[in-house]
């Protein structure tokens, strides 16, 4: 070990645009890099170690929860069963992500599939979330309504038009890149909005009331996950601050490392305010039945599974059949470093 070499860093205008980030100057990997020399890149600054450690650490938090949550008190009760279903793809999403920034610079196709794995686990996520708001976070109002009924099946559908879309979004990158920015937030922004219904309904009832709104009432850590989601939106879209500054975020504060804080500090506080929901509301929501018992449980989340995996193998089967000229895989050499801050 002592022998191996860290890999060498290059700038910008040294590699092809497909593995251009907006922004970012310097830190790139080599575009051909071996598996050894990516995971070796996790343990030298580059533009992406920030990236993997901020998902990497977070996975073993959230399995830790995970863990202590199913071994807990309780924690073989039906009741509970939605609450571990939601801490699966919260730790299979950060995970993903940290390998798919470790092994993006294989190659560019190694790039686009480590990201449609990445889009895929996101979308299971936006699935998972859907389980413990229908189980334990739905207005009064709402239960046994069509729409709660159908919350979670809806969930697994909007699943697969992440997954499709997203995906989809990589390959007008670089002739659209406007477009690809806009499918891409697009189809994360729509499963969001959509698990979050029962949360703004409840938010909407008990705006600006001088009473108590009961078992509508939302806890600080509802308002802490909104508040983070709104953040990592917001970064996400707009490249700030590295926009402002080409080059003096390279290593530490770019866009997207504030992006992964953000979102695992929201991840963490609807961890936290499902607990509340689930705690607060357990007396009264015992004596509801719930929308779906453990059969359909498992096959909901196995058939978005496997539908998810489907579309995923679609894109990279596309992807391997295209020619090696083909712009998304080549996307040519930028002609100088006053070109890549353009991009």
Known sequence: ????????????????????????????????????????????MTNETVNIWTHFLPTWY???????????PGGAEPYRRPLLVFLLPTCLYPFTSCCAHIFSSMSPRARHICYFLDYGALSLYS???????????????????????????????????????????????????????????????????????????????????????????LSSSHGYHLLCALLTGFLFAS??????????????????????????????????????????RQAWLAMQEPPLGLQGTVATLGLAVIGNLLIIAAFTTSLLRAPGT????QGGLPE???QAKKQ
């Open 127 to 217: 699935l998972g979330c859907a389980f413990p708001y229908a189980a334990y976070s739905m207005p009064a109002s709402w239960l046994h309504s069509p729409l709660h009924q159908f919350f979670v099946p809806a969930a697994a559908i909007n699943s697969f038009l992440c997954t499709s879309l997203s995906c989809y979004s990589r390959f007008p990158e670089l002739e659209s890149p406007g477009l690809s920015k806009v499918l891409r937030t697009a189809a994360f922004a729509y499963p969001f909005l959509f698990d979050n219904l029962p949360l703004f309904y409840r938010l909407g009832l008990c705006w600006g009331r001088t009473y108590s709104c009961e078992q509508e009432a």
């Open 62 to 72: 959230f399995l830790w929860r995970l863990m202590a949550l199913a071994e807990g």
């Open 326 to 329: 083909c712009p998304l895989l």
């Open 336 to 338: 100088g470093g006053s």
């Open 239 to 280: 490249h700030l601050p590295e926009r402002l500054a080409p080059g003096r975020f390279d290593y530490i504060g770019h866009s997207h490392q504030l992006f992964h804080i953000c979102a695992v500090l929201g991840t963490h506080f609807q961890l936290e305010a499902v607990l509340s929901d689930m705690g607060s």
């Open 1 to 44: 070990m002592l022998s191996l070499k860290l890999p060498q860093l290059l700038q910008v205008h040294q590699i092809p645009r497909v593995f251009w980030e907006d922004g970012i100057m310097s830190g790139y990997r080599h575009p051909t890099s071996s598996a050894l020399d990516c995971v070796l890149s996790s343990f030298q």
